[in-house]
């Protein structure tokens, strides 16, 4: 990491773009298996989207607003995701892997608040659906919840980008376990058992929720915690937000050394896929649910 950091300290001060010439054979092949989940998760969301369609077809289930929503926010999340597959970043220390425009740091951050935004929304809005459905007060108030959380966690994250502060990505990320802290909360409250149409999918939600919870506070939120304890042990001097967001659209490096991206290809190989079936997913959830409904006398 220390050659990424001096390349960055680099730009910083010229102002430019930097090239790390130095190529890892396991970034180069672990960017090609980002780009080919990429193409497969655009596929399988447009499979699922054409099966929905025919699904509700068949049974003469009418698609409503919800069903309209969600296919709209998981097609923003997949695509976003998709953009940042084929264009990954390491945002505080500038990195990038693609020499382009549209690898800046600004371009890379907009996208992944906007798909993150309507990610939250597709879980405000099933878990909403399914606590009207049975009648859950926290459900639903949980429901109502979520998208502010989030948008604080973005604030956080932006504040943490511009800056170079690591202490934004502490609250971003604490936000987000708790977010799903909350939402498995809810749906446990609510009982698996009381929606047969998603009994199977709520257990796997618990399930895979509370393996995040775990990542994010045990794993996740203790890194940043640290990479923010050495920077003041080193005496950092971080950018006003001006002089970031100057920073963000003007420069960055491109270096493909696995020491610069090693602490990233973890998380990000499980966003940009497991992170996007559960986007799929809650469309699929969306139809199901909305052929129970209709179909209750």
Not at 4 to 32: C, F, M, N, Y
Not at 149 to 159: F, G, N, P
Not at 171 to 179: A, C, M, R, T, V
Request: proline share 3%; net charge positive; aromatic share 10%.
């Amino acid at each position: 990491m220390k050659a990424g950091i001096e390349l960055s300290q680099a730009g910083s001060r010229s102002g430019a773009s930097l090239t790390d010439h130095v190529k890892s054979p396991a970034v180069g092949l672990w960017h090609t298996l980002l780009r080919v989940f990429a193409v497969l998760n655009v596929v399988l969301w447009l499979s699922s989207a054409i099966s929905a369609g025919r699904g509700m077809a068949a049974t003469h289930v009418r698609a409503d607003g919800a069903f309209h929503m969600q296919l709209f926010l998981s097609a923003v999340y997949v695509l976003g995701c998709a953009f940042r597959s084929w264009l990954p970043v390491y945002d505080i220390p500038r990195l990038v892997l693609v020499d382009s425009r549209l690898s800046s740091i600004l371009v890379g951050r907009s996208v992944a608040t906007i798909a993150e935004l309507c990610f939250a929304a597709q879980w405000a809005l099933i878990l909403n659906q399914v606590a009207v459905a049975v009648g859950s007060p926290f459900g639903q108030a949980v429901s109502l919840a979520i998208v502010p959380l989030i948008v604080i966690a973005q604030a956080c994250c932006w504040y943490a980008v511009l800056t170079t502060a690591q202490r934004g990505h502490i609250f971003e990320n604490s936000l987000w376990g708790i977010s799903a802290a909350l939402v498995v909360a809810s749906l446990l409250v609510i009982g698996p058992h009381r929606l047969m149409a998603l009994h199977p999918a709520m257990i796997t939600w618990c399930v895979g929720g509370i393996v995040y919870v775990g990542f994010m506070f045990l794993f996740d939120v203790p890194m940043y915690w640290s990479r923010w304890r050495a920077d003041q042990a080193d005496r950092r001097q971080y950018l006003s937000l001006s002089q970031g967001l100057a920073d963000v659209r003007q420069r960055w490096v491109v270096t493909r050394r696995w020491e610069d991206w090693k602490s990233e290809v973890l998380w990000m190989s499980l966003y940009f896929t497991i992170a996007v079936w559960v986007s799929i997913s809650l469309v699929s959830a969306s139809v199901a649910l909305g052929s129970a409904v209709q179909a209750t006398p």
